[in-house]
């Protein structure tokens, strides 16, 4: 493909809000992760919550949108200058030109399950103040993003689980290449709710610890939430040391709705399509940030794709022991991390990772590390979700 | 910037059509009806079995996932694609309502220990999964939401993968009801289904090329009262007026709803009948 410019981007998680609070975290190798007291959730395991989600307040002609989704959705637009960047860019291309590309599993189907407590006792009707366009459907971040810019052009949601806002790159930069939009807002935003922790639980993916991504003692998953944005444009005028998006990999596992392809092959295929369509060999990546999800299956999965490709030549890991898993904001999130990596020169380690699983044969890091100023030019992200959706994304260093 | 001096046609010749929605069971049916040749007379959706699904998830399978799989595999079949190799985009306003209402049913309750078979079911893709597994297809699956404008998304990203790929795409735009109390938040009447077979080149199987381009005109509404009813009340059915040309065999430029102001503009040429 034709190199993309990332012209701003910005993570909220568990580990801080913004790039500054995401960098100084995973420099100290510290997780965000804290016991679960979500709600009214009482389940054994930890999760990752951004602070001050619930005080966020939107706009005023914006509140029909007001969920906790949507709350995450504009603190993170709101964050590091980057509403500033879009506005700009709206200036630059007008608001038909600007397209909108969100991913997201679950969007605020929070608010229905509260609303579900607030039925009428009689009918059994939902609330007046339970709106589902502008809440529940998956459709709403997007929605919302459009209308806080008030753009006039596309605008699309992706839920393919979690690999939801890595193939909104790709799908972005496909009609960056058509001509159809000169800038793309992509991104995920996906927030805690009952449905995800008691889902996870009842499929016992979840950990009752802090999750410990590649460890020979790996028992499942910390859920975490998060919101993490990029804008994309053409990269005919990008700055020596801007970040560009290389490649993009999409692919399907075609084996189970929850396993992961016990070989690893769609993942193989995922990442061997983007190193296509960056015009690269494996030996180029200097980095790559995994989907290390920590259950059992998955990384042994992911694992041995990565390992069949790369070797032992390239470092690794997943950083889902600091943030949690953010599930269809895990993408985003991720390939913001691979941008700090690259632009800051520091691979991030792994916490909560101790004693590495001896049957994955792959350079792990368990603590960050400065990057060798001539390897890591290139990182590549891994995404994969329910129903075998797997995504995998490069990005470099403009020279 | 000047590299988008020059955008690139989004355009694709249509192969096979698969079709499903109230009182118009597949293609040919819907077909007639368009053509004039038969009244509309709404009725429930029929199902046909997913037939492409192992026994078990056959049995199990959702009305979302039957009309999605139905209506994809009568598209592949007029087309002679090969499904196992067949790059998929699907799109729909949301997903399995019936399973959603039923975790949301048990979460408000005092036992929220939710079937884990339910949980996956829950996801947005779930359709798409249950494709990927039966055709044993590894090709790139889109699945997309855009609330009443999933049919046009869906439709943006197929005709950007057939011009950027250069292979064919199959699009699967697809609806289904929620029951209720969600329903009289979300009224979608019944399930639907509209998918196209799309290929960047013509064969003795093409109906139609299109070509989409942006419009802030309103969209074209069909004729028949009832027909309208459908159009405006399924997302997916925002495709009628297209499959109302590519019935006729006729040529013209059709206008459907996608996210206002910007609507799409369909330039179709139609070939005709073989």
């Given at each position: 493909m034709t190199p993309l410019l990332v012209s701003s981007y910005t993570a909220t998680t568990c580990l801080g809000r913004g790039l500054a609070a995401t960098s100084d975290a995973l420099r100290a190798n510290r997780s965000g992760l804290t016991p679960c007291n979500f709600e009214t959730v009482k389940l054994d395991t930890w999760i990752g919550e951004v602070a001050d989600v619930d005080a966020t307040v939107l706009p005023a002609p914006l509140s029909h949108y007001d969920c906790r989704n949507n709350r995450l959705t504009c603190l993170g637009l709101e964050t590091d200058g980057f509403a500033e960047r879009v506005r700009e860019a709206i200036g630059r291309y007008g608001a038909s030109r600007v397209g909108v590309f969100l991913g997201t599993s679950t969007a605020g189907i929070l608010q229905t399950e509260l609303a579900y407590r607030r039925r009428d006792p009689a009918t059994g009707a939902l609330p007046e103040d339970f709106f589902y366009r502008t809440t529940h459907n998956s459709f709403s971040l997007a929605e919302f993003t459009r209308d806080y810019f008030a753009l006039e052009g596309m605008a699309m949601a992706i839920s393919t689980a979690c690999s939801s806002s890595a193939k909104v790159f790709a799908a972005a930069a496909r009609q960056l290449a058509l001509g159809t939009i000169d800038a793309?807002?992509?991104?995920?935003?996906?927030?805690?709710?009952?449905?995800?922790?008691?889902?996870?639980?009842?499929?016992?993916?979840?950990?009752?610890?802090?999750?410990?991504?590649?460890?020979?003692?790996r028992d499942g998953i910390s859920i975490g939430e998060g919101a993490?944005?990029?804008?994309?444009?053409?990269?005919?005028?990008?700055?020596?040391?801007?970040?560009?998006?290389?490649?993009?990999?999409?692919?399907?596992?075609?084996?189970?709705?929850s396993s992961p392809h016990p070989e690893g092959l769609g993942a193989r295929l995922a990442m061997q399509a983007a190193l296509r369509s960056a015009a690269l060999a494996p030996g180029d990546i200097g980095y790559i940030n995994l989907h290390g999800t920590a259950t059992p299956a998955n990384d042994a999965a992911e694992g041995k794709a990565v390992a069949a490709l790369f070797d032992r030549q390239v470092p690794c890991s997943s950083t889902k022991g600091a943030t949690g898993h953010t599930l269809g904001a895990a993408g985003a999130v991720e390939a913001v991390i691979c941008a700090l990596a690259l632009t800051e020169g520091f691979l991030p380690g792994s916490p909560g990772t101790t004693s590495l699983d001896p049957a994955?044969?792959?350079?792990?890091?368990?603590?960050t590390r400065p990057a060798q100023p001539t390897s890591a030019r290139y990182a590549l992200s891994n995404s994969f979700g329910f129903g075998g959706s797997n995504c995998s994304l490069i990005f470099g260093v403009a020279p | 910037m000047s590299s988008c001096a020059q955008p690139m046609a989004l355009t694709a010749w249509?192969?096979?059509?698969?079709?499903?929605?109230?009182?118009?069971?597949?293609?040919?049916?819907?077909?007639?009806?368009?053509?004039?040749?038969?009244p509309f007379t709404p009725a429930p959706s029929v199902l046909p079995p997913a037939d492409l699904l192992p026994s078990a998830e056959r049995r199990r399978a959702s009305r979302i996932v039957k009309v999605a799989l139905a209506t994809g595999l009568e598209a592949a079949l007029q087309a002679g694609a090969d499904v196992s190799t067949l790059a998929t985009v699907f799109s729909a306003s949301g997903a399995d309502g019936h399973n959603c209402h039923a975790l949301c049913e048990q979460?408000?309750?005092?036992?929220?220990?939710?079937?884990?078979?339910?949980?996956?079911?829950?996801?947005?893709?779930?359709?798409?999964g249950y494709w990927g597994i039966a055709t044993r297809s590894m090709a790139p699956c889109q699945v997309i939401s855009a609330f009443d404008a999933s049919f046009g998304a869906g439709l943006l990203d197929a005709l950007g993968q057939v011009v950027l790929d250069q292979q064919p795409t199959l699009l699967i735009a697809y609806d289904s009801e929620y029951p209720e109390p969600i329903f009289s938040k979300r009224p979608l009447p019944d399930v639907a289904g509209v998918a196209l077979l799309l290929s960047p080149t013509r064969s003795?199987?093409?109906?139609?090329?299109?070509?989409?381009?942006?419009?802030?005109?309103?969209?074209?509404?069909?004729?028949?009262?009832?027909?309208?009813?459908?159009?405006?009340?399924?997302?997916?059915?925002?495709?009628?007026?297209?499959?109302?040309?590519?019935?006729?065999?006729?040529?013209?430029?059709?206008?459907?709803?996608?996210?206002?102001p910007m609507q799409l503009s369909l330039m179709i040429d139609s070939l005709p009948p073989c």
């Open positions: 793309a807002i992509v991104g995920g935003v996906d927030t805690l709710c009952l449905t995800t922790l008691h889902g996870f639980a009842s499929l016992q993916l979840t950990s009752g610890q802090p999750c410990r991504p590649y460890d020979a003692a993490a944005f990029a804008l994309l444009e053409r990269a005919d005028s990008a700055a020596s040391g801007s970040i560009l998006l290389l490649g993009t990999g999409e692919s399907s596992d075609a084996y189970h709705m994955i044969d792959i350079d792990y890091l368990l603590q | 249509i192969e096979g059509v698969g079709f499903i929605a109230p009182g118009l069971p597949d293609w040919v049916s819907a077909r007639s009806v368009l053509r004039g040749e038969q979460l408000a309750s005092e036992d929220r220990q939710i079937s884990p078979t339910r949980f996956h079911n829950s996801v947005h893709n779930a359709a798409a003795a199987r093409s109906l139609a090329r299109i070509t989409a381009s942006p419009t802030a005109r309103s969209a074209d509404p069909m004729v028949d009262p009832a027909l309208e009813a459908q159009r405006l009340s399924i997302p997916a059915l925002r495709a009628l007026p297209l499959l109302a040309y590519l019935a006729r065999g006729v040529s013209g430029e059709v206008c459907l709803d996608y996210l206002p």
